[in-house]
């Protein structure tokens, strides 16, 4: 880590926990939203549309955010993301109404976005190595799975027992805490700019075969995610579950996820990235063909375990493999790129899902996702010239 002075491991540590803290906020109101939706007679359609917003902003912040994080470093774009994360769930506070939550979903959707880029942006260009880089987005990419616990699991038990607005409030009140973390960080020395860079525009990057094929298995796996978020909800609402054993059941997916990042750092010196992405791809086809045809909640959640599992080793894997292949200047663009792209079909998906769902039921969603996933394994394989190892 090239931080000096205050030492590397708790420079990291403050940078996880204020992500923790951020993404927290929006997995909790992504959770309360689409509950408080269905208990106002909306349908699964609605939902959909609903989860969709949450990745709407991000789309067109995305690529900005990533040459605003480049030119400026960690902390300005950070300070504004929890400005408008703050903002949008005290708005669902106050007025906790179908469209005010639509607003909140964009608002705290794209903070979370915009501090996710500066964050990954600043660690990756920390690491000195390959090896360091699986190391590095292990430990950060532990923020997101510990907050997609804390946000559902706590965001449940307050509704349960005080109502929505008491879990709007703990949400408004959770992305302050990522500045108190954040603020103190050192900033990287900027990165000069490359001569003829400012009139490249980031499609540019996908030139790269392999930078094609990383954002192809990205998108296969982030859509995994997804469908888990929006089709738990709606089974476990259809089969009479209270908010938080459905928040127990995602909460459980977060917890494996991070249980898995967890290890990764003491074994990043002994996987490769292809290898790693290629089992979680083949695994998660696997579970996903008999999530649907678990009845209980300890079988969802068995399934969500395993599943989180899975899914938990990749991010790490991905990222590092992104910043092997793309130059220093362009980093952020290039984790904007990535997330736009995400972001883009996060947008389309649960949309999809929602009609799909209406049409021919969740189960066949689970289905779908899962032959897509499986088949898509090939592509992940064919990533392994890029281990710079």
Known sequence: MHEPAAAPRFALARLIAGHICLHACMAGMRMAAPLLALREGYSA????????????????????AGRYADRHGLKRPVGWAVLAATSGAALALAFPVFPVLCLSALLTGGATGVASISLQRHVGRAARNATELKKVFSW????????????????????????FRAAFALMAVLPLATWFWVRATQELAPVLSVPGAGSRKAWDLLQDPLMRRLMLVNWL????????????????????????????ILGSF?????????????????????????????????????????????????CSVMLGLALGSVQPMIMSTLHQITPEARHGEALGLRLMALNASSVMMPLLFGTAGAVVG??????????AVGSGARQAWLLRPVALH
């Not at 359609?45 to 900005?64: D, E, R």
């Open 221 to 248: 796996l982030s859509s995994c995610w997804d469908v888990h978020t929006f089709v738990v909800p709606v089974l476990g609402h259809e089969r009479g579950f209270s908010a938080s054993v459905i928040g127990t």
């Open 140 to 163: 950060l990419s532990i923020g997101p799975a510990v907050s997609n616990f804390i946000g559902p699991l706590s965001a449940g038990l307050l509704i349960d027992h005080s109502g």
């Open 254 to 302: 977060a917890l494996a996820a991070t249980l898995v990042r967890l290890l990764l750092p003491s074994v990043a010196a002994h996987v490769r990235e292809w290898a790693v992405v290629t089992f979680a791809m083949l695994m998660t086809a696997l579970l996903f063909s008999i999530y649907p045809l678990m009845h209980t909640a300890l079988a969802m959640g068995t």
């Open 362 to 371: 969740v189960s066949v969603v689970f289905w779908a996702v899962g032959l």
């Open 45 to 64: 359609l609605a939902v959909g549309f609903l989860l969709a917003l949450f990745a709407l902003t991000q789309v067109f912040l995305a690529l900005p």
